[in-house]
């Protein structure tokens, strides 16, 4: 055990944060009569939602130390950087909720009662910079990187996907983001044949089923090289997967999955309108049944945005109101999976022989470069009634398929940004290890230490947090699905953080497209808006499920 911070004090602490948060959950669920008048109380209710997203990863955090412990696989720096990340949740809990305690009518009691002299006391050692300079130190030695103790074949994931990142990505890379290249096609012939896009689809279609740990690690460490051009690559086809596999019919998987899995075919995914974003229940695009050339199905039309790899992708994931009444909201939608042409380039436009089209034109972007969001018209565009995921059955089910799909998808992003943190951190480490200021070199100043410290403790928050989530989906999806959208809100937060903390210490270079950092910083500040935006995951999909009664 590390000299620092024992884990039972990392506990005491825990246990105080825990019994200050549910005193506030309780007046907060009475206040939002149990959730359903949040939009009443938003600043009260995101406070609160995102106090028990902390809370939950302090909490996993520990559960991770403790396991690894048992094992007898926890290095010391792991368990100092599990402790402090536990003792930075606290402190965060804390001032996040403190200023709400007359608001929620608990009172200045609350306070006192779960952080007695003695915790604050502790508290304050526990986040003071004795001990979390130490932690700068031992991220510095160790080059920024204090790897996560697994089990031997998960291990063996993560350097398989290391070594492609580092090898065939990392050198790519910065060339792609500056010219604003597509991804090339040599990453998704070699992640095809290496088994990255199957890696939650079952082996009876054609996947290599290794559960949602892997495939966290295997999105992290492609993140860690790029995010645009490696590390969100497997996040649309996971989405479609997941919904095929949630709704779709037996010819649907047999004839879409293998093909998934093995990146003979990419995918894009269809869901947000020009003026509808997180909202999609009130999507518009439509769809209505046809008969062209003696061939039943559907024409789409209407437009859509943010659809990520659109151009090069062979298929997009369309969601469309398939019931004309409005007023039907979230029933009254239809998922389809839409043929298309793959094209290279920032524009296209294909043409069917029955006088369908779709066009589509890159959004120009500070950062994610790589993959290129496309903004997508669709004019009387023809898609044949078995692409209809789901068959007849599916028909105004597309809105609770691509739900799950999006669940899986947040639940990537919390790797994604994981990866993206690590790389700014360990980017970080390198510059000012090499740089000297004022007689010396950065990484010998104390506050370069502290800054590094607070870094390296989030970073291990935010791993604890999604790792466990990637093993509550294996178990049950469905009710997982809330803490991956806590692991997303955590993870894309800390990736903005640490991403900007590296950056301040490259000084003026940090701000140089010549320094890695710069692409970190731009490409950090997408997580919390994809998949969706930070606000909305806090009171829509958070907040309703820790305030429901």
Avoid at 115 to 121: C, E, G, L, W, Y
Avoid at 338 to 361: A, C, I, M, N, Y
Wanted: negative net charge.
């Amino acid at each position: 055990m590390s000299d620092g911070l024992r884990i039972e004090e990392a506990r005491q602490l825990q246990a105080a944060a825990a019994d200050l948060f549910e005193r506030a959950r309780k007046s907060a669920v009475e206040i939002t009569e149990g959730g359903r008048r949040i939009d009443d109380h938003q600043v009260l209710a995101e406070r609160v939602a995102y106090a028990a997203t902390e809370a939950r990863a302090l909490d996993e955090t520990l559960v991770h130390l403790e396991r690894a412990q048992a094992e007898g696989r926890a290095s010391s720096d792991f368990e100092l950087a599990c402790t402090l990340a536990a003792a930075e949740l606290a402190k965060r809990i804390h001032d996040r909720l403190a200023p709400l305690v007359d608001e929620l009518g608990i009172g200045e009691a609350a306070l006192e009662e779960a952080f007695p002299a003695p915790v604050r006391s502790l508290l304050r050692r526990a986040t003071g910079e004795a001990l979390v300079r130490d932690l700068g130190r031992r991220a510095i030695e160790a080059g920024g990187r204090i790897d996560w103790p697994l089990d031997e074949m998960h291990e063996q994931v993560r350097d398989q996907v290391r070594e492609f990142g580092v090898n065939e990505v990392l050198p790519h890379a910065e060339r792609i983001h500056r010219n604003d290249e597509i991804v090339p096609e040599a990453f998704i012939s070699s992640m095809g044949k290496l088994g990255f896009f199957g890696l939650s689809v079952p082996e009876a279609y054609g996947g290599v089923e290794m559960g949602n740990l892997a495939m966290i690690l295997t999105t992290e460490e492609l993140s860690r090289a790029s995010l645009a051009a490696a590390g969100s690559l497997i996040t649309r086809p996971e989405i479609l997967a997941k919904a095929l596999l949630g709704g779709g019919t037996e010819e649907q998987k047999a004839a879409w999955l293998p093909r998934i899995a093995s990146g003979e075919i990419m995918v894009g995914v269809a869901v947000t309108e020009p003026d509808i974003g997180s909202d999609v229940a009130s999507v518009k695009c439509r769809a209505e049944r046809a008969d062209v050339d003696g061939q039943k199905g559907w024409v789409i039309n209407g437009p859509k945005s943010w659809c990520t790899f659109a151009g090069r992708a062979d298929i997009l994931a369309l969601l469309a109101r398939t019931d004309p009444d409005a007023s039907k909201g979230a029933k009254g939608l239809s998922l389809f999976i839409v043929p298309k042409e793959s094209f290279d380039g920032h524009e296209f436009e294909t043409t069917q022989p029955g006088g369908g089209r779709l066009s589509g034109k890159a959004d120009a972007t500070p950062g994610y470069r790589g993959m290129h969001s496309f903004t997508l018209q669709l004019d009387n565009y023809f898609v044949p009634e078995e692409n209809l995921v789901g068959g007849a059955a599916g028909e105004g089910r597309g809105f609770y398929l691509q739900m799950a799909g999006f669940a899986a998808g947040r639940l990537q992003t919390g790797g994604r940004a994981s990866g993206l943190a690590q790389a700014a951190l360990e980017e970080t480490v390198t510059y000012i290890r090499d740089r000297e200021q004022f007689g010396q070199v950065l990484s010998a100043f104390q506050l370069t230490q502290f800054t590094l410290g607070k870094m390296m403790a989030l970073l291990t928050a935010a791993r604890a947090i999604t790792y466990s989530a990637a093993v509550a989906f294996d178990e049950d999806e469905r009710s997982a699905a809330p803490l991956a959208a806590q692991a997303k809100l955590l993870a894309c937060d800390v990736a903005v953080e640490v991403s900007q903390s590296g950056q301040l210490m490259h000084g003026g270079w940090g701000y140089a497209e010549e320094y890695p950092i710069s692409r970190y910083v731009v490409d950090a500040q997408v997580l919390p808006i994809f998949e969706g935006v930070k606000p909305i995951l806090e009171l829509k999909v958070i907040g309703r499920s820790v305030l429901a009664r």
